[in-house]
């Protein structure tokens, strides 16, 4: 069964203090893994692609990394407006269109 | 540019009620998901459409559950009658097809069942 799992559940830092979140999975062939920022009251909001393993794409203080079992988003000096929640899906090859969600990080950075 | 549309944004119904959400995809997008988030169970898909044509229902929780796409740019998701397990966020998004997991979500709906 295609599965995702994301660590931790919740995460506070520092403004400045660096850290990383976590994206492992299981899924037969895949497609392609996406990372998603979701504010309180809002929906998600797309924010990378990563398709094969070795692959980082990079926006403002966030970097997506992505290995063959599992994903990483790095967020470098964050600053309080970076708090939401991160979510991290996959789209498996046998699956059509569909996309299986992770169940989160709770990002919380305080000034 | 309008995003995806969904109402009613809040909705608190009794138990046994029929329950009726909405959504607008984007125009031109080809691709339409609702999916349900709970505090337990994260992100489901219920079910997704391609050009109108549902596609992967299986995450649908029961017969109680239907949805349909009568045109490019309008669903609805149906709950009759509706449990206070159902109670959760209902989103809809929407994406051209093909364009991989780059999904455009809605505001959602918050339905709360008594």
């Known amino acids: 069964e295609d599965q995702v799992t994301q660590s931790p559940e919740a995460l506070r830092l520092q403004e400045g203090e660096s850290s990383s979140l976590n994206c492992s999975y299981t899924v037969s062939g895949l497609r392609g893994l996406f990372w998603y920022r979701q504010d309180p009251g809002k929906g998600p909001e797309f924010l990378f692609t990563l398709y094969s393993a070795g692959e980082e794409k990079e926006k403002e203080r966030l970097k997506a990394t992505l290995t063959k079992k599992e994903s990483f988003l790095h967020i470098t000096a964050p600053k309080p407006e970076d708090s939401a929640t991160y979510l991290c899906a996959v789209q498996a090859g046998n699956q059509g269109g569909k996309l299986i969600f992770g169940q989160g990080t709770e990002l919380s950075v305080k000034p | 540019d309008a995003g995806v549309i969904q109402s009613p944004r809040h909705e608190v119904t009794e138990m046994g009620q029929e329950v009726t959400l909405r959504c607008k995809p984007i125009s031109g997008h080809n691709s339409l998901f609702w999916y349900r988030q709970t505090m337990m169970r994260g992100l489901e898909l219920l079910i997704y459409?391609?050009?109108?044509?549902?596609?992967?229902d299986s995450g649908m929780p029961e017969d109680r559950f239907s949805a349909k796409m009568p045109n490019a740019s309008f669903s609805t998701l149906k709950i009759q009658p509706s449990e206070p397990r159902d109670s959760a966020v209902y989103f809809c998004?929407?994406?051209?097809?093909?364009?991989?997991?780059?999904?455009?979500f809605g505001e959602g709906s918050r339905l709360t069942v008594l």
């Open positions: 998004a929407s994406r051209l097809a093909g364009a991989g997991g780059e999904l455009f």
């Open positions: 459409f391609n050009n109108n044509v549902p596609i992967d």
